[in-house]
């Protein structure tokens, strides 16, 4: 049942592609690149971020005084707060289109799940920052925010009241507070660095930047939004006020949205929940390749007579799943004879794709059930060396 | 090939790679790995285009076969992030290597179709017979 949702998922991702091909030639496909558009649109975050910070005031007096400041009198101010919001959604749309086209296309399992982990960890922490950079404006929905998060926090069991006094800084609303959120806005920011190492360091020439096309799209795309539809601030808070209706980016603040019309604190678990299940969706199907409709052609072995130490398979290796490392033998063709090091695969990382059989040039790797002799045989009897066909 | 009938100058013998990740391969293939309807066609699965040794393309030519080519996903779209960039390229060296041989490279194809793509698949594997036939078919 759930394979077969994944299935149709799947089909109707692929659909979609062949939709946007027909629009666009196949390279620029921004569906190809969500990643790369991601990783995009937060360099734009960070490098607006860091012009917005020069005149942010992070007290309860001067906060909303120095964010209009930045809007009205400092010169493009309102363009650079205006990119800053329009990125941080554009952002988010990315990593979710990322992650659903993943999750849709089968990129998430086995040797690929240190991806799915770390990316989960990214969005939390994305979402996390887009969260603080709300509070940061000190508004009336600033306020409402904080008041339901304060609300949420408190009815975590056991460490709730410690939440509570980490997130404000300090036992309720008080001057310790901007300067805590300014802290919870940009320390994560930092930390999504930190994770995209970990994103990254199974891959090997990872694509993160989009074609160059498109990097100048979007950011077009930023000014112009930027420019015709500025960033506001609500009415700035009061203390004791209690403001009604908000508006925020539903689909990553949707939790405060659920959280205004149940218990905050169930909006918190639900969030938790789901963070949670995200976690394990790579170990939820337990499959052999068999049940999958694949053919388990076996991981790559190297066969250590041949090798050369050639480095090729090395380089070619999508996933890093092979080292080269030290020669403790010579081999035996007469090219590795005196070869100095030889390729190893590591099982846990390797997808069996065949991508290093591909580009061994020395018969030193094969995929165990599909041997290079087989196909060899296959190749002959298909260009007509054995008997002609009638057509 | 002394052995080869007449009408096999009409339909070049051509030998393919289709990724196991590319067009849905359901009822493509008879069980001697020929294409449905065309039997002059032969097309191997593999797991992913990058599996693909250039030096396979080189022997089907070398055993008779007018053309051959690989069919992978489309370019962006690699299960394995980057199978059919890489085998592009190794194609484009073969190619190279082959006019360096006094052979057209021609009779090398690539393709890059998703699994919704059979007919334009099918299409193009026919107009790269045509174009083989075109140009002599069989040297």
């Known amino acids: 049942m759930y394979r077969r949702l994944l299935l149709a998922l799947q089909s109707a991702t692929l659909r979609l592609d062949t939709w946007v091909n027909r629009v666009l030639p196949q390279d620029f496909n921004p569906l190809y690149y969500t990643g790369g558009l991601a990783n995009l649109f937060l360099t734009i975050l960070v490098v607006s971020g860091i012009l917005i910070f020069l005149y942010y005031e992070p007290s309860l007096e001067g906060a909303y005084a120095s964010v209009e400041f930045l809007t009205h009198h400092v010169p493009y101010g309102v363009v650079f707060r205006g990119i800053h919001r329009y990125a941080a959604d554009a952002y988010l749309v990315a990593i979710l289109l990322h992650l659903f086209r993943n999750w849709f296309t089968d990129r998430y399992r086995e040797a690929r799940d240190s991806q799915w982990l770390s990316g989960m960890f990214l969005l939390v922490v994305s979402g996390f920052a887009g969260f603080t950079g709300y509070l940061l404006v000190w508004d009336e929905r600033s306020q409402l925010l904080t008041s339901l998060t304060t609300q949420a926090l408190r009815s975590v069991p056991l460490i709730g009241g410690w939440l509570e006094r980490v997130f404000l800084g300090g036992p309720g609303v008080s001057d310790t507070t901007l300067p805590r959120f300014l802290f919870l806005h940009i320390g994560p920011a930092m930390t999504l660095y930190v994770l995209l190492w970990w994103h990254y360091v199974r891959l090997r020439h990872p694509k993160i930047w989009p074609p160059a096309v498109w990097v100048l799209f979007s950011l077009g795309l930023l000014f112009i939004l930027a420019s ?69 052609l076996g991981q790559a072995v190297v066969v250590e007579e041949n090798c050369t130490g050639c480095e090729l398979c090395y380089y070619d290796c999508p996933y890093n799943a092979i080292y080269m490392v030290p020669s403790p033998y010579p081999g035996k063709s007469r090219a590795a004879a005196n070869r100095k090091l030889l390729a190893v695969v590591v099982d846990s990382r390797c997808v069996e794709c065949g991508i290093c059989i591909g580009a061994c040039p020395f018969e030193a790797l094969e995929l165990p059930r599909m041997l290079d002799k087989d196909v060899q045989q296959r190749i002959r009897r298909g260009a007509g060396a054995a008997a002609p066909v009638a057509s | 090939m002394a052995a080869a009938p007449e009408r096999m100058e009409t339909q070049p013998r051509v030998v393919g790679f289709l990724c196991d990740w590319a067009v849905r391969s359901e009822g493509l293939l008879n069980p001697d790995d020929t294409v449905v309807g065309m039997p002059h066609v032969t097309v191997i699965r593999v797991p992913c285009s990058g599996f693909v040794k250039p030096g396979w393309l080189e022997l089907a030519l070398r055993s008779g076969a007018a053309g051959a080519f690989v069919c992978g996903c489309p370019m962006g779209d690699c299960l394995n992030r980057e199978g059919n960039w890489i085998m592009e390229d190794r194609i484009d060296q073969l190619r190279k290597r082959l006019s360096r041989q006094k052979v057209d490279p021609e009779r090398i194809a690539f393709f890059a179709y998703g699994l919704h793509e059979r007919e334009q698949f099918l299409q193009a594997v026919a107009d790269f017979v045509d174009r083989l036939r075109g140009s002599g078919g069989k040297q």
């Open chain 1, 228 to 296: 015709a539809l500025p960033a506001a601030s609500g009415p700035p808070a009061q203390p004791g006020a209690s403001p009604e209706g908000f508006q925020v980016d539903w689909f990553f603040l949707w939790p405060y949205v659920l959280a205004r019309w149940t218990a905050p604190g169930w909006a918190l678990a639900l969030v938790v929940a789901l963070v949670v299940y995200g976690m394990v969706i790579p170990y939820t199907l337990r499959e052999t390749p068999e049940q999958r409709g694949l053919r388990a």
